[in-house]
């Protein structure tokens, strides 16, 4: 036999052979197919379950969280404006005693015909009142004049001119005294310059 009749035969035993067995390769093939898309229908499904599963406890967590940052977000607004409200009464609680003082003050003004005596009482009131704004952290501005003008804590009203040459530029007069609280400035200096 040539080379050719061998390959002829071997085709037919082939097709003999598939042909005594189509349906059988094609219910293995349609099997194996069954399978794989039943393994990744059930993988895609437990895979789309699990995700939705997931993104649902994602938003369950962002929505408790963003609830607990509002009610916190409120409370601090309100606790801030309590504060705001109230944050000056210890300090009128202790300014009312010198309101008493000036009362009592005037009621011995009237009784009473001593200047001298008058202006002991006022000077009295005036240094309580002082004692307790600076122990609070109040600082008057003090020993101004011959000093140079600084912007951030003086405030210029008006320029006259200098009684000396060492004096253009420089402070004055102060018209109005200066505070510090904590060293920020509560009050500028209002202060003549010289020119």
Same mark, same amino acid.
């Given at each position: 036999?040539?080379?050719?009749a =061998?390959? !002829?035969?071997?085709?037919?035993?082939?097709?003999?052979?598939?042909?005594?067995?189509?349906?059988?390769?094609?219910?293995?093939n349609q099997?194996t197919?069954?399978?794989?898309?039943?393994e990744?229908?059930?993988?895609?499904?437990?895979?789309?379950?699990?995700l939705?599963?997931?993104?649902?406890?994602?938003?369950?967590?962002?929505?408790?969280?963003?609830?607990?940052? !509002?009610?916190?977000?409120r409370?601090?607004?309100?606790?801030?404006?309590?504060?705001?409200?109230?944050?000056?009464?210890?300090?009128?609680?202790?300014?009312?005693?010198?309101?008493d003082?000036?009362?009592?003050?005037?009621?011995?003004?009237?009784n009473s015909n001593?200047?001298?005596?008058?202006?002991? $009482?006022?000077k009295?009131?005036?240094n309580?009142?002082?004692?307790?704004?600076?122990?609070?952290?109040? =600082?008057?501005?003090?020993?101004?004049?011959?000093?140079d003008?600084?912007?951030?804590?003086?405030?210029?009203?008006?320029?006259?001119p200098?009684?000396?040459?060492?004096?253009?530029?420089?402070?004055v007069?102060?018209?109005?005294? $200066?505070?510090?609280?904590? $060293?920020?400035?509560?009050?500028?200096?209002?202060?003549?310059?010289? =020119?």
């Amino acid at each position: 036999m040539t080379d050719r009749a =061998k390959e !002829d035969k071997e085709q037919g035993l082939e097709q003999t052979e598939t042909a005594e067995n189509p349906v059988n390769e094609g219910e293995v093939n349609q099997e194996t197919d069954k399978e794989f898309s039943n393994e990744s229908e059930e993988s895609e499904v437990s895979e789309s379950a699990k995700l939705a599963k997931e993104n649902q406890e994602l938003k369950d967590k962002y929505v408790r969280l963003y609830s607990e940052f !509002d009610n916190f977000r409120r409370r601090t607004a309100k606790e801030r404006l309590e504060l705001v409200n109230t944050a000056s009464q210890d300090l009128i609680q202790e300014i009312l005693p010198v309101l008493d003082d000036f009362e009592r003050s005037f009621k011995a003004e009237n009784n009473s015909n001593d200047e001298e005596q008058k202006h002991a $009482g006022s000077k009295l009131i005036y240094n309580k009142l002082l004692r307790m704004l600076t122990s609070r952290g109040l =600082k008057p501005m003090e020993d101004l004049v011959g000093k140079d003008f600084d912007a951030e804590y003086h405030e210029a009203i008006t320029q006259i001119p200098a009684p000396s040459e060492e004096m253009k530029g420089k402070i004055v007069d102060v018209v109005e005294k $200066g505070y510090t609280l904590a $060293g920020k400035v509560v009050r500028y200096a209002k202060v003549v310059i010289g =020119k």
